[in-house]
């Protein structure tokens, strides 16, 4: 089955540590897209890719960095930069179409904690 | 800019009974594309339903439909014969046609009372 597969589930972090999570998708879709979540704030757009070798930032890129090397492929590294990284972290993909917008497809989300 | 506003927190209903979720968007485009998107306790977000601006008639599916009133930018979800897998987070979330970047609001929570 297609799907959107993000790992680890569960991600600890050292203070000054940059750590990498992964997003990998098996449905052709064309666009990825890197979201936190926190309590009360719904999802935050961090960077967002409509092409391989080509990112945007969303609202929130600050002290993060993100890679399209492949199709399949959009990590996120969540940098000693980032001043408060504990947070739920949602990866999603887009097929664009040319007879209207699809929904997202979610991936089942990081839970990244700061130790 | 786009905003997306949730005004109920938490929300809950009896088991079997009908609930519905409010949601208000603020955009000067026309074209635009309204979700709602259920996040269960596995945090896993799911597509409810989704409704193209530039139709009149409101989406169904199944238990879950909408009242989509485009003059007053609002978007409510109701959720007939409330079901306990019903209980989840509920997003609403805006799409402008030909934008990259998905809107949220900050949510609802709805419990289900058996």
């Known amino acids: 089955d297609g799907g959107i597969t993000q790992s680890p589930k569960y991600l600890f972090r050292k203070e000054g540590q940059n750590v990498t999570l992964s997003c990998e998708q098996n449905?052709?879709?064309?666009?990825m897209y890197w979201y936190r979540q926190d309590p009360g704030q719904g999802l935050r757009l961090i960077y967002y890719?409509?092409?391989?070798?080509?990112?945007q930032k969303g609202d929130i890129a600050e002290g993060y960095s993100v890679s399209r090397e492949k199709k399949e492929s959009f990590p996120l590294t969540v940098t000693s930069a980032q001043k408060n990284p504990t947070a739920f972290y949602l990866c999603?993909?887009?097929?664009?179409?040319?007879?209207?917008?699809?929904?997202?497809?979610f991936g089942s989300g990081t839970r990244l904690t700061v130790v | 800019a786009q905003t997306v506003t949730q005004s109920q927190p938490e929300m809950s209903v009896q088991e079997a009974e009908t609930v519905t979720l409010s949601c208000t968007y603020d955009?000067?485009?026309?074209?635009?594309?309204l979700f709602w998107y259920k996040q269960p306790p596995s945090r896993q977000m799911i597509l409810v339903i989704r409704?193209?601006?530039?139709?009149?008639q409101n989406a169904t599916e199944n238990r879950f439909s909408v009242n989509f009133q485009k003059a007053a930018k609002s978007f409510s979800l109701k959720i007939s014969d409330s079901q306990l897998g019903d209980a989840a987070m509920y997003f609403c979330?805006?799409?402008?046609?030909?934008?990259?970047?998905?809107?949220f609001g900050q949510g609802t929570r709805l419990t289900i009372n058996p």
């Open positions: 999603a993909s887009r097929r664009n179409g040319v007879f209207g917008v699809y929904g997202y497809t």
């Open positions: 449905l052709n879709h064309d666009a």
């Open positions: 890719s409509q092409i391989v070798n080509d990112f």
């Open positions: 955009t000067s485009e026309s074209d635009y594309y």
């Open positions: 409704q193209e601006a530039y139709k009149q």
């Open positions: 979330a805006l799409l402008i046609q030909g934008a990259q970047k998905l809107v």
